[in-house]
Each structure stands twice: as C-alpha cells, then as structure tokens.
C-alpha cells in the first residue's frame, strides 16, 4: 500500500508541473494567399526576394490585430488569373483587395469593409491630344480605338459592359502595356488607380505616356474569400477588418501608398 500511495504522490506532483491546456498557446490560422503580379501597388518588387506594398501592408496590420490568424505565401508571386483561380478552387484561402463583380460573386465570398477605393484613367501616348470625357468619345476614335486592359482584371468586364470598344487583354502586365501602348498597338489603356504615377515612374515611361484626368469609373475594393474557406474564419477575419478601419488604420494605410 505504501508503495502505491508513493506513486499516486509521484503521479500528482508530475501533472501538477505540467503546463494547463489554457497556458498552452494555440496554433495560428494560416490563411493561405499570394502576391497578384502586376497589381502595384498592391504588390511591389522590393528588390530580388522581397515584396512589398499596401496589401503586404494591410495582411501584417490584420496580423498584429489578431495574432491568430497568420497569412502565408504573400511573398511568393502569382499572375492574377491563376491566383483567382486557386482561390475558387480552395488552393488558397484568401486574396486581398479585390474588385467585388456579379461574376465574382458567383466564385469568392467579400468579406469585411471597404479597403479603398479604386478609380480608372486612360493612359495615352506623350503627345496624343484626344480629349476623352465620356464612353462616347472613346467609341468615336473608330478605328483606331483599340484599347489594352490587363488579362484577367476588372478592367475588361468594365468595358465589356460599356459596348462598342475593342479591347485587347492579351498582356497580363502593366508593363507590357504600357510598352504595347508606347508602340502604338492600342491608342488607349484604361488602368486603375492609386499608383498610376508611381508606376509611370517605376517603367521610366513619365516622358512616354500621359495620364487623362477624367475618371472613367470608380470601384471599391475587399477582402476576398475562398468558398471553401470555413465562414467563422471568413468572419473572424472580418470583424478584425472592421476593428482596423474604425481605428482609421485602414485609410492611413491607403494615404501611405496613393
């Protein structure tokens, strides 16, 4: 008995130094994503193995909100038409900053607040003084009214809807866009805003292409979900989005990459 009632005491005093199951800490969420190519300035290339930008931004931001959920794969890059189409198949969880459409609807789950905002411009040669006010005049410039939007963006439903406009998204990169257009392969290429400047800048084509003021359209930009993504981390992720724009970190974040 003594023997027993000396193993019983062991027992007991060996749990008791074990931490409680509260003390342990859980295991973060992964919320697997990717860098959208040609998105700046969502994502930027930040020398050869880093990336940067207001989505990287906005991720880290959620992160430090809610040590919980934890983003993976933002520093690996992916075109667009395939980050969109891993996300519906549930290969990633989540995209950030995406234009909410009645076809997106159909494949991706919105989620939490407004990011920001996002307007449209046509983008011309240096030189070109055609003056573009309405959808009208853009369908006027017939024949020569080609213009080039990046595959895979918004940007071709926009003008898709619009009617009467030829459209060329066959490229999947401002860059290349912006050296069709230089080339004379489009008169116009409508791109989105913020960053429009930055970008000009970045491809050394300040002197080559201009900016026309008028807006063409306006979007608002979220969160976006995989379908197969469990909804109470859908929401968890949302509710940390609400917490972050009612602090006005969210349009600090914007001011910081306009």
Partial sequence: MRCIHSISIALLLAACSLPSPAAVPMAPILLRTAAQEGTEPKFIADGK??????????????????????????????????AYSELESGIEDVQCAMHR????????????????????????????????????????????????????????????????????????????????????????????????????????????????PQVMHSAKLYFATSKHLDSRIGERLAAVLYQLEKKGELERLMRKWD
């Avoid at 009645?102 to 996002?118: C, D, H, I, M, S």
């Avoid at 573009?132 to 080039?148: E, F, G, M």
Wanted: glycine share 10%; net charge positive; hydrophobic share 40%.
């Fill in 49 to 82: 193995d880093r990336i940067i930008g207001l989505c990287i931004d906005l991720m880290r931001a959620v992160e430090q909100a809610d040590p919980g959920l934890r983003f993976v794969g933002d520093q690996r890059w992916k075109p667009l038409v395939r």
């Fill in 101 to 212: 459409t009645a076809e997106r609807l159909k494949r991706f789950n919105f989620v939490g607040p407004v990011l920001y905002n996002t307007e449209y411009h046509f983008l011309t040669r240096a030189g070109d003084t055609v003056s573009i006010t309405s959808w009208d005049d853009v369908r006027k410039l017939a024949p020569n009214n080609v213009v080039l939007v990046n595959r895979g963006f918004a940007a071709a439903d926009i003008l898709g809807a619009m009617g009467g406009i030829d459209v060329d998204a066959s490229s999947t990169s401002p860059d290349l866009n912006l050296q069709k257009l230089i080339a004379g392969r489009g008169r116009l290429y409508f791109h989105r805003g913020p960053g429009l400047q930055k970008l000009l800048e970045r491809t050394g084509t300040t002197d080559k292409v201009q900016i026309l």
